[in-house]
């Protein structure tokens, strides 16, 4: 598909990075290799605190991505969530052709690497009788949004892990109507999150919603047709126990991994892109980055660092793909044009 900007990375920075492109008018499709928006502020501190944001006191990382949603939605970007970008080509018409690993392929114009410290990516599960089961009964790191959630209704579940991801996702099965009593298993009866949370968890096991299970997964088993049909666990004093499952959901962490950025010819410094910090072009003409990818003098790596690199990198690009349209600074205050495209004129 053809656009003007393609960004790399959903996280806080991307989604001000693609809000910006869209304020200038540019054309913007987003991918991220996670199946949610959000990056590290939802995957590792979705209920933390956040206080160093201009003009809010205080919100988590969840409520911070919800805000910037909000102001992204009346710019309509593309979404492509679950996806990550393994190829990048500069052509000589000084396009980018893209492409995901499922063949999803991108003519852009410009692309911003907003991809953090890189592209998260799910520990895996190893155990016998797994093959196959990926995106049809194993689930690692679903979205947490009700829509995502509904394919599970109904069915028989076992999360696996120990952390704010894991209880959450559980939380949320178990409060599903008519859910079968949600299965939880960790490999030990200590679990990590905050005391709402934890305190939840310990409401839904007295009340037979949610059982847990301190184990480890020894195996799956499958029918005839590639389905799964139950799991066995080893317990702490090595006895086995074996669970009839539908589907199996994995939260065992995350673990950040530059991938593919690596191959694509860019100027690096200790695994982090260089960039000019006038534009935050990249060694390579029409690629920005910005974030916790980026390297230059002075960087720190924060938040409100990475809005204004943002910008920049949107204002640098807008100049490139469309000369003509230079003058003089807009301002969302006063340009009926801003408030248009915001849908506010």
Do not use: N
């Not at 195996?219 to 074996?242: K, M, W």
Request: glycine residues 10%; charged residues 20%; hydrophobic residues 45%.
């Amino acid at each position: 598909m053809q656009t003007d900007a393609l960004v790399i990375g959903a996280g806080p920075v991307g989604l001000f990075q693609a809000f910006q492109l869209g304020l200038l008018g540019l054309s913007v499709q987003i991918v991220d290799a996670l199946a949610q928006a959000g990056g590290q502020c939802v995957e590792l501190y979705a209920d933390k605190p956040i206080l160093d944001i201009p003009g809010i006191v205080e919100c988590s990382g969840r409520e911070l991505t919800e805000r910037l949603l909000t102001q992204l939605a009346p710019l309509a970007p593309g979404w492509h969530l679950g996806h990550e970008v393994t190829g990048l080509t500069r052509r000589d018409d000084g396009r980018f052709d893209a492409v995901c690993a499922d063949g999803t392929a991108f003519d852009a114009g410009a692309v911003f690497v907003c991809a953090g410290v890189g592209a998260f990516q799910p520990r895996r599960l190893k155990a016998p009788g797994l093959d196959g089961l990926e995106g049809r009964h194993l689930h690692y790191h679903p979205a947490t949004d009700p829509a995502a959630l509904a394919r599970f209704a109904g069915r028989r579940v076992l999360v696996i892990g120990g952390d704010e991801a894991a209880l959450l996702r559980a939380a949320a099965l178990a409060g599903l109507p008519d859910q079968p009593p949600v299965q939880l298993m960790h490999r030990r009866d200590v679990l990590q999150a905050d005391a709402a949370l934890l305190a939840r968890i310990d409401t839904l096991r007295q009340t037979g919603r949610l059982v847990f299970h301190a184990a480890q997964l020894a195996a799956a088993r499958q029918d005839e047709a590639g389905r799964l049909l139950q799991v066995d666990l080893t317990l702490p004093d090595g006895s086995a126990h074996a669970l009839a499952l539908d589907e199996l959901i994995v939260c065992q962490g995350l673990s950040p991994r530059l991938g593919p950025i690596a191959d694509w010819g860019l100027a690096m410094e200790r695994k982090l892109l260089v960039v000019d910090p006038a534009t935050f072009s990249t060694s390579v003409p029409g690629i920005h980055a910005a974030g916790d990818i980026v390297s230059y003098p002075g960087k720190k790596k924060l938040i409100l660092c990475g809005f204004h690199e943002a910008t920049l990198a949107a204002h640098a690009a807008h100049e490139r793909l469309r000369p003509h349209e230079r003058g003089p600074l807009l301002y969302t205050s006063s340009s009926a044009v801003l408030q248009q495209r915001l849908g506010r004129g």
